[in-house]
């Protein structure tokens, strides 16, 4: 299922330093839009918005940029200051709706592994994967069934299946998910193999050894 699309107001910016920090004071981010039908446009959007909408989740949504400039966009990159963490600059990549993109979408694991009532381990590995998909069918994550994994099983990009209109281009051998053994249970039969001492086992080095009948002292 598509995400339904989020409209950010934009305005037009002049270029420079200082006309960028004035906007900063002014709670405004410096912003750029491009893309293959569209020349660079300097842009500025609401700081608070911006952060609404910075994270992964986000980076393969749609957008609709209003005001000055009307387009739908993706989030390419938003820019933070190392210390305030606030955003300084934002890359709208514009879209061609009539052609794929490229985007990441969350891998979301569904079902109860068999192998967990084995005492396995269900690990996550991988919670990303990238598809080439048009922009208006962009799905919101892609669900995987972990119920058919047993202990020691593994799941992996070629085992998706991909919906209608989707692409998988992440690699196939890459691994999602894991059921794995504990650690712990694994290492207690070794180590208590070398616990346990060889039958007819020379005594230690140094024991006392008993004297013979009849020696001489």
Do not use: C, W
């Not at 609401?46 to 986000?58: H, M, N």
């Not at 109860?112 to 990238?130: N, V």
């Not at 712990?184 to 070794?190: C, M, R």
């Not at 001492?197 to 004297?211: C, E, K, L, T, Y």
């Amino acid at each position: 299922m598509a995400r339904e699309r989020i409209d950010i107001p934009v305005t037009k910016r002049e270029i420079g330093k200082h006309n960028s920090r004035s906007s900063r004071v002014a709670g405004k981010v410096p912003a750029v839009v491009y893309g293959p039908k569209t020349s660079p446009v300097n842009v500025l959007a609401d700081e608070i918005t911006v952060k609404k909408y910075q994270g992964r989740k986000f980076e393969s949504v749609i957008f609709n940029l209003k005001g000055d400039v009307q387009l739908p966009v993706i989030v390419r990159d938003i820019q933070v200051h190392p210390v305030t963490r606030r955003p300084i600059h934002v890359d709208f990549y514009a879209v061609d709706m009539t052609k794929p993109v490229r985007v990441a979408v969350e891998i979301r694991l569904e079902g109860k592994a068999a192998g967990l009532s084995e005492g396995g381990l269900l690990e996550h590995m991988l919670r990303d994967i990238e598809i080439e998909v048009l922009p208006d069918s962009i799905p919101e994550f892609l669900p995987v069934d972990v119920s058919h994994l047993g202990l020691g099983d593994a799941l992996h990009i070629s085992d998706v299946k991909a919906p209608a209109g989707v692409r998988i281009i992440s690699l196939p051998q890459l691994t999602i998910a894991t059921v794995s053994v504990p650690k712990e249970e694994a290492a207690t039969p070794t180590a208590a193999a070398e616990a346990a001492p060889a039958a007819g086992a020379a005594p230690a080095a140094g024991a006392a050894a008993a004297p013979a009948a009849g020696a001489k002292k």
